[in-house]
């Protein structure tokens, strides 16, 4: 849905939708202190809802990654491609892997592709896209030089391909990996003459190592899924590649962040595609690509599917790890607003929640309580991102603080003491997820030191502190932006 492409009354509508979370957010955070001056039972009750919601979502994400992460330790385990091979025709399915990448070091994409060499599913049926950005220059060229060199072999096709700047486009990955994608389905499907029905298309970020099962577990769900052609596949994205290297705060808050994603993969009215994911090269054929005017393109492709698809769509579960680089720099500072600036490009997704309302509202014709139900979830967890944090960490302080008179009341003296009980029922979910991140983490490397690993349980004292700066302060940042209209352009996480 290229702006360009909208009427001038479509566009003030898109703007005003842009403009909402941000005056939402910014309410919510904001009502506690003025809200403790003239309604301030009302501030109670709501920090006490907010104190409630959090448990519920604590025990919630705890219960589910249990669940979720002794799924993974089945599937990987499991004979993926002796199942696949129970269909006729599993050997008629191929799978196109588009890498877009921009900056990044040689060692990351030889990692990644290393690790699609290492597949059990049949290495020729797999057609590589390397999707390299011309304005990074003799840089780019050289990289693809030394990566033809020692991949060209490994897979049935290997392209490597320069995506232009282009007028109209925002630079990113959507972009590029729109333009890998348009160049698989012509090699593959135009001049090979690949039957598209059996065909799969992966979106895989260039730092990211899939599972060696991954493609056989994908070949089965799809063959075994009459609905093939409105699924997408998610596997569980886990920040482990770098974890040991990183400085206290980035580590904790990457740990946190793969046990949240570990939990979401059984969570199907939740789910949505993230950061690498597959899908049947004909539902994105029929959707017309990855959008190419968006920073954000992993929630954006999903919603385009959805209503492209009257509903239709929905993300399956792939259980088995995929795993990617958490922010590094070099030193701890840079190390630090890498990681804000990556948590704020991800909190730009609140940018596809005007896409989502106006489709909401544009598209006829599919169960209005589906759709109500699935884009309130998404338009929500938006909206709260910057302002849980506010909510749970100070709010219970705020009305006894400014208002004595309330401060003398029962509700008054009562309501921090009420809250703190709250949250600490929560650290009964903390101890569960510490337990997976503990199990799914990668053990600490040969030179780890033994102080950094007795001290690895107790990291998580700093959740609060990190919480703030890589959670609430990044989402206000990216909610602020969108209410002033100051689009963010993208910035590829820096890696070391």
Same mark, same amino acid.
């Given at each position: 849905?290229?702006?360009?492409?909208?009427?001038? @009354?479509?566009?003030?509508?898109l703007?005003?939708?842009?403009?909402?979370?941000?005056?939402i957010?910014?309410?919510?955070?904001?009502?506690?202190?003025?809200?403790?001056?003239v309604?301030p039972?009302?501030?109670?009750?709501?920090?006490?809802?907010?104190?409630?919601?959090?448990?519920?979502?604590?025990?919630?994400?705890?219960?589910?990654?249990l669940?979720?992460?002794?799924?993974?330790?089945?599937?990987?385990?499991?004979?993926?491609?002796?199942?696949?091979?129970?269909?006729l025709?599993?050997?008629?399915?191929?799978?196109?892997?588009?890498?877009?990448?921009?900056? /990044?070091?040689?060692?990351?994409?030889?990692?990644?592709?290393?690790?699609?060499?290492?597949?059990?599913?049949?290495?020729a049926?797999?057609?590589?896209?390397?999707?390299?950005?011309? !304005?990074?220059?003799?840089?780019?060229?050289?990289? #693809? !030089?030394?990566?033809? $060199?020692?991949?060209?072999?490994?897979?049935?096709? %290997? %392209?490597?391909?320069y995506h232009?700047?282009l007028?109209?486009?925002?630079? +990113?990955?959507?972009? *590029?990996?729109?333009?890998?994608?348009?160049?698989?389905?012509?090699?593959?499907?135009d001049?090979?003459?690949?039957?598209i029905?059996?065909?799969?298309?992966?979106? *895989?970020?260039?730092?990211?190592v =899939?599972?060696?099962?991954?493609?056989?577990?994908?070949? %089965?769900k799809? =063959?075994?899924? &009459? *609905?093939?052609y409105?699924?997408?596949?998610?596997?569980?994205? $886990?920040?482990?590649?770098?974890?040991?290297r990183?400085?206290?705060m980035?580590?904790?808050f990457?740990?946190?962040?793969?046990?949240?994603?570990?939990?979401?993969?059984l969570? @199907?009215?939740?789910?949505i595609?993230?950061?690498?994911?597959?899908?049947?090269?004909?539902?994105?054929?029929?959707?017309?690509?990855?959008?190419?005017?968006?920073?954000p393109?992993d929630?954006?492709m999903?919603f385009?599917?959805?209503?492209?698809t009257?509903?239709?769509?929905?993300?399956?579960?792939?259980?088995?790890p995929?795993?990617?680089? #958490?922010?590094?720099?070099?030193?701890?500072?840079?190390?630090?607003?890498?990681?804000?600036?990556?948590?704020?490009?991800? #909190?730009?997704?609140v940018?596809?929640?005007?896409?989502?309302?106006?489709?909401?509202?544009?598209?006829? !014709?599919?169960?209005?309580? /589906?759709?109500?139900?699935?884009?309130?979830?998404?338009?929500r967890?938006?909206?709260?991102?910057?302002?849980?944090?506010?909510?749970?960490?100070? +709010?219970?302080?705020? &009305?006894?603080?400014?208002?004595?008179?309330?401060?003398?009341?029962?509700?008054? @003296?009562?309501?921090?003491?009420v809250?703190?009980?709250?949250?600490t029922?929560?650290?009964?979910?903390?101890?569960?997820?510490?337990?997976?991140?503990?199990?799914?983490?990668?053990?600490a490397?040969?030179?780890?030191?033994?102080?950094?690993?007795?001290?690895? &349980?107790?990291?998580f004292?700093?959740?609060?502190?990190?919480?703030?700066?890589?959670?609430?302060?990044?989402?206000?940042? #990216?909610?602020?932006?969108?209410?002033?209209?100051?689009?963010?352009?993208?910035?590829v996480?820096?890696?070391?």
């Amino acid at each position: 849905m290229p702006k360009d492409s909208l009427s001038s @009354k479509d566009k003030k509508l898109l703007r005003r939708l842009e403009i909402l979370p941000g005056l939402i957010s910014w309410s919510l955070i904001i009502f506690p202190i003025w809200g403790s001056l003239v309604v301030p039972v009302a501030v109670a009750y709501y920090i006490i809802a907010f104190d409630v919601y959090w448990l519920y979502r604590s025990f919630w994400t705890a219960t589910l990654s249990l669940l979720s992460f002794y799924r993974i330790k089945a599937s990987q385990a499991f004979d993926w491609l002796g199942e696949a091979r129970s269909f006729l025709d599993w050997d008629q399915v191929k799978h196109i892997v588009v890498i877009p990448t921009y900056q /990044e070091p040689l060692y990351i994409l030889e990692r990644t592709l290393g690790g699609l060499a290492k597949q059990t599913f049949p290495t020729a049926n797999l057609t590589v896209i390397l999707s390299f950005e011309t !304005r990074e220059g003799p840089n780019a060229r050289a990289k #693809a !030089r030394a990566l033809n $060199q020692k991949f060209a072999r490994s897979f049935g096709n %290997f %392209f490597i391909t320069y995506h232009p700047d282009l007028p109209g486009e925002v630079k +990113g990955k959507s972009s *590029n990996t729109a333009w890998g994608a348009k160049l698989a389905k012509q090699k593959l499907i135009d001049e090979q003459k690949t039957d598209i029905d059996y065909v799969t298309i992966t979106s *895989n970020d260039a730092d990211a190592v =899939l599972h060696p099962q991954y493609f056989s577990y994908l070949t %089965f769900k799809f =063959l075994d899924d &009459p *609905n093939r052609y409105r699924r997408i596949w998610q596997s569980a994205i $886990q920040f482990y590649n770098n974890i040991w290297r990183l400085p206290v705060m980035s580590r904790v808050f990457n740990r946190i962040s793969s046990v949240v994603q570990t939990s979401l993969l059984l969570r @199907k009215d939740r789910l949505i595609n993230f950061s690498t994911y597959s899908l049947s090269l004909k539902l994105v054929d029929q959707i017309g690509y990855w959008d190419t005017d968006v920073i954000p393109e992993d929630y954006r492709m999903f919603f385009k599917a959805y209503f492209a698809t009257r509903g239709k769509v929905e993300v399956e579960p792939i259980f088995l790890p995929s795993f990617c680089d #958490a922010a590094e720099s070099t030193g701890w500072w840079k190390t630090t607003t890498n990681q804000y600036e990556q948590v704020k490009r991800w #909190a730009w997704g609140v940018s596809d929640d005007a896409y989502i309302i106006y489709q909401w509202l544009k598209v006829k !014709r599919m169960p209005f309580w /589906e759709k109500t139900i699935r884009s309130l979830a998404v338009v929500r967890d938006h909206i709260l991102w910057p302002v849980t944090w506010f909510a749970i960490t100070l +709010g219970a302080n705020i &009305p006894p603080l400014l208002n004595q008179d309330f401060n003398r009341t029962i509700i008054g @003296k009562t309501l921090p003491q009420v809250s703190s009980g709250i949250l600490t029922l929560s650290l009964l979910a903390l101890a569960a997820i510490i337990f997976v991140d503990w199990q799914q983490k990668p053990k600490a490397p040969e030179g780890t030191s033994r102080f950094k690993r007795l001290l690895s &349980p107790f990291e998580f004292v700093f959740l609060p502190i990190i919480g703030f700066f890589f959670t609430a302060l990044p989402g206000l940042d #990216a909610h602020t932006r969108l209410l002033l209209g100051r689009y963010m352009e993208y910035r590829v996480t820096e890696k070391v």
